[in-house]
């Protein structure tokens, strides 16, 4: 497989996305990171387990980063944003799970409510 002509399929894949894709396809990662981490810590391989919930927090601050200020949602955005940061830093020092599931259950319950406000036309046009 062509890696070099997959690179640039993909990055074009992405520059072509709207806001609204863009903003799912994170929290697609995001919730994959965090299911991720969830599996590796029944298994006990804490290396992996802490690479995830760190790539999960990279995103969640990324979210943050690029929030549109001007919009009063932002604000609650940004609080949540905060909270699962102290949350999955709570998972991972104290390899808790039941702070992990949590995390990820508030965070496909918002990952669906993205979706479903992009498909009713509400979001990211």
Not at 4 to 11: I, L, V
Not at 41 to 68: C, G, H, K, M, W
Not at 95 to 110: D, F, P, Q, S, Y
Request: overall charge neutral; proline content about 2%.
């Amino acid at each position: 497989m062509d890696m070099k002509g997959f690179q640039q399929y993909k990055t074009q894949s992405i520059n072509t996305m709207t806001q609204g894709e863009l903003l799912l396809l994170l929290y697609d990662e995001l919730y994959k990171r965090l299911a991720q981490a969830e599996l590796m810590l029944d298994q006990q391989n804490f290396p992996v387990y802490e690479t995830s919930l760190e790539r999960a927090v990279a995103i969640i601050e990324y979210l943050d980063a690029t929030l549109d200020r001007q919009y009063p949602i932002s604000k609650n955005l940004a609080q949540l944003y905060e909270y699962f940061t102290y949350e999955l830093g709570r998972a991972k020092i104290g390899r808790r799970k039941e702070v992990l599931t949590h995390a990820k259950t508030m965070i496909g319950e918002l990952r669906d409510a993205f979706r479903q406000a992009q498909k009713s036309g509400d979001y990211g046009k």
